[in-house]
């Protein structure tokens, strides 16, 4: 017989844990232990070291985003699925990079907390489907937006490149020495592959003009 595999389900909500407890019980290789705070979820994941934690955004004493840190801390090898109510990107990217290894909505499919927990048990990151597709919407149109690359003071030579400033007029606007000016557009031209200037001049106006 094949080793268990231990979840921590830390949730604040008994109806969801409910939930939960009966998707996990279709699967006679998991182990689970439940906990309904941070402080109880983090105490739990010291005793039982559970290979998968399930987490929660909003707990009663704390954010579940933040407790992932301490959960590393105290369980290394642990991996983290957070599982909320919450599409937004914004959340999303907060808690991959705090460590944590899946994302699954509640809106998702019931099936997709098991597909998440053998996922990243293997090695991968896991994003439920609806996440998935908001983060694949941002960074299309990241990879859309031609200034992706540029610094603040660079897009804004390009906004004034674009309403018709001279360089002399741009130095004046930004408080910057000619020759600094000067810089920043041969950079531009580097950076967005545009070989002129009057290319770079043209390309600045009808930029402006789709915005």
């Known amino acids: 017989m094949s080793q268990s595999i231990k979840i921590l389900l830390i949730e604040d909500h008994p109806i969801v844990r409910d939930g939960c407890l009966r998707i996990f019980a279709r699967r006679p290789d998991l182990e689970t232990m439940e906990a309904s705070s941070a402080e109880a979820g983090l105490a739990a994941n010291r005793r039982f070291l559970p290979n998968v934690i399930i987490l929660d955004v909003e707990l009663p004493d704390a954010s579940g985003l933040d407790i992932i840190p301490a959960l590393l801390a105290d369980n290394s090898a642990t991996r983290i699925v957070i599982f909320s109510m919450y599409e937004a990107v914004t959340f999303v990217s907060k808690a991959l990079e705090k460590g944590a290894r899946g994302y699954v909505t509640k809106n998702d499919d019931p099936d997709a907390i098991l597909r998440a927990i053998d996922e990243i048990l293997a090695g991968s990151v896991y994003l439920g489907r609806s996440v998935a597709q908001n983060l694949a919407l941002v ?48 950079a531009l031209k580097q950076k967005l592959h545009i070989a002129t200037s009057p290319a770079l001049i043209k390309f600045a106006v009808e930029l402006k003009g789709r915005s």
């Open 139 to 186: 960074n299309f149109a990241r990879a859309e937006d031609p200034l992706r690359a540029l610094s603040d003071r660079e897009r804004q030579v390009v906004a004034l490149l674009g309403d018709g400033k001279s360089l002399s007029e741009i130095s004046a606007t930004l408080a910057i020495g000619y020759k600094t000016a000067a810089n920043i557009v041969s």
